[in-house]
């Protein structure tokens, strides 16, 4: 008897869906379900990113380029980034000395687009926590313990950034993450050892710059000595010119320019020293 009103129910259930609101109920529901599998069907990867397709686990090695794509609606799109990223780690590290030394380190990186496939499998799309952070807070203090103190502090700390990005490349770019650059961005010493290190460095800077000024100073002294030993001989061959003969020429010469000139009154030959004239006159009147 359950079995007959079950069997009427079915019938009385299709013959409403026979009626005409029973087809439009079922027109409906086609839509809904024809645009749920075409909003599954169509994805889009934005700018900068990258589509890694998983179907129920089984992840595909090609990926999606950014724009729109038709998929299979059971197909899963994950969406990794492969901008430039930037990670800043705070770490307290021994130097070379055994001294505590507190770094402030960036990092810039990106996924490589041609292996995100294999991240996504092997690391997940949380493979900064698991694979990029722990990897340079182990270089840094790796390097970091080779170098003293004051390394870090001063003008070395190009060199200790250059290093730590050297070792750090190859180990990431293996897991399928590129290394941009390893930034250094700021140093902070104990109170004590900053302080000597700083009164040390203005004492360098103060011996260099006097060492300057010493430098400038033989310099001029070197110029004046030459242009002294340039008039030195200047006067030293001047004065081997200066014969009695040429003397008394000039002296010559001198007398007719004053025989000529119209305020000379006298003039007598050979009455001077070395048989020199002799001009005797005065103004015009």
Partial sequence: MAHDDE???????????????GKS??????????????????????????????????????????GIHL??????????????QEITEEATVPSREGLSVRLDVSLLFNLDREKAADVYKTLGL?????????????????????YDAKALY??????????????????????????EKVLLRSVTLPDILATAIQKKLEAEQQAEQMKFVLNKEEQ?????????????????????????????????????????????KVVVIGGGKDGLPIILGGQDK
Wanted: glycine share 6%.
């Fill in 154 to 179: 001063t003008t070395e700390r190009e060199s200790i950034s250059t290093e730590m990005y050297n070792n750090l490349q190859p180990i990431l770019s293996e897991r399928g993450v590129n290394v």
């Fill in 25 to 66: 109920l079922i027109w409906i529901a086609g839509f809904i379900f024809f645009f749920f599998l075409l909003s599954k069907m169509i994805t889009v990867i934005p700018a900068g990113h990258i589509g890694v397709k998983d179907f129920f686990g089984k992840v595909s090695d090609k990926t999606l380029q950014a």
């Fill in 220 to 264: 001029e002294a070197e110029r004046k000595r030459v242009e002294a030993k340039g008039i030195a001989d200047f006067q030293r061959i001047v004065t081997s010119g200066l014969t009695p003969e040429f003397i008394r020429w000039k002296g010559i010469e001198a007398t007719a320019k004053l025989a000529d000139s119209h305020n000379t």
């Fill in 7 to 21: 069997i009427f129910d079915l019938k009385s259930f299709t013959g409403r869906l026979a009626t005409p609101r």
């Fill in 126 to 146: 949380d493979y900064t926590r698991i694979v990029v952070i722990p990897q340079l807070r182990s270089i840094v203090r790796g390097v970091t313990a080779s």
């Fill in 71 to 84: 998929v299979n609606p059971f197909l899963k799109i994950h969406k990794m980034s492969v901008r430039t």
